[in-house]
């Protein structure tokens, strides 16, 4: 049975982990509430944005466009893997990395072995994870989730999209975990480019609304789709932030639940200890009072 003072410093080490993990799970609430909030109103702007290209493109004589172009057999791809800058988040970072080294063995190991794959990691643990395996790391957007904003976002949303038109990637994908609510994310692995346009079929009414289109369908189409990638871009890292601090204050919420069951085990064993302690010295007492008496 452990002694008394080794139960003491056990249960003062975990009472401040215990006070540690309650102070981060309300951080991560607090941060929560705003990034909810965020994400939950960039998706219907984002969905009815996306059916306004989709009519568009459905109703307008659509050549192959700088990105909607199709693959070639060597297509060179760029995986974007988004995580976090930090942990103590559950499983959160590992699931998007598991994933993205599983679709890299399944779908892309061919272009693996000929050097056309490449990584751009969103968040320091992914870029730490892959950067010491050895990957084609051809850069990385860490700062983003400092202050996350349309602004800081769309110089990288550019760069990528710019890095595609030019023959660089002919295939973008992301690999993320969507939001839901605080205790569930779904992980997801979503191209991003090229575009996937409906093919316009002259005797089908693609649209609900009549729209009067000015200046015109094939200019509005051309400035919306670039203007759609990157509120797609943007929507994607507000996913995976909102997810972030629900996967934390879930975890931090399991850990401060488990010290609390560790402290009540703790303090028992500690009673238990100190009990005995008691017993064993009134039973010296006894002992040498029977022996006095002879």
Do not use: W
């Amino acid at each position: 049975m452990p002694n008394l003072k080794e139960v003491r410093t056990r249960i003062e080490s975990v009472n401040s982990t215990k006070q540690i993990t309650s102070a981060m799970k309300m951080v991560a609430a607090s941060k929560l509430r705003k990034a909810q909030n965020a994400i939950i109103t960039m998706r219907p702007y984002a969905a009815k944005l996306h059916d306004l290209m989709k009519n568009l493109s459905a109703e307008t004589s659509v050549a192959e466009g700088s990105f909607s172009r199709t693959t070639t057999e060597s297509e060179k791809v760029l995986v974007i893997p988004v995580t976090s800058n930090r942990g103590l988040c559950g499983a959160f970072n590992a699931n998007v990395i598991r994933s993205a080294g599983k679709l890299i063995s399944e779908q892309y190991q061919q272009q693996q072995s000929n050097g056309n794959l490449s990584l751009y990691c969103i968040g320091k643990k992914g870029e730490e994870f892959f950067r010491s395996r050895k990957f084609a790391l051809v850069g990385s957007a860490n700062h983003l989730f400092d202050n996350l904003s349309f602004q800081e976002v769309v110089p990288v949303a550019e760069s990528i999209m710019n890095d595609f038109v030019s023959g660089r990637y002919d295939k973008v994908v992301f690999i993320y975990n969507r939001f839901k609510n605080a205790g569930t994310q779904y992980l997801t692995v979503e191209q991003f480019l090229p575009v996937e346009l409906p093919e316009s079929d002259e005797n089908k009414i693609t649209s609900e609304t009549d729209y009067i289109y000015e200046p015109g369908k094939q200019q509005i189409l051309e400035e919306l789709i670039p203007k759609t990638l990157k509120i797609q871009f943007y929507k994607v890292l507000l996913d995976s932030f909102a997810s972030e601090h629900g996967a934390r204050m879930v975890a931090m919420n399991k850990a401060t639940d488990n010290a609390s069951e560790l402290l009540k085990e703790l303090k028992l064993s500690y009673n238990k200890a100190r009990q005995a302690a008691i017993t064993k010295e009134i039973l010296e007492i006894v002992g040498g009072a029977n022996a006095l008496n002879g």
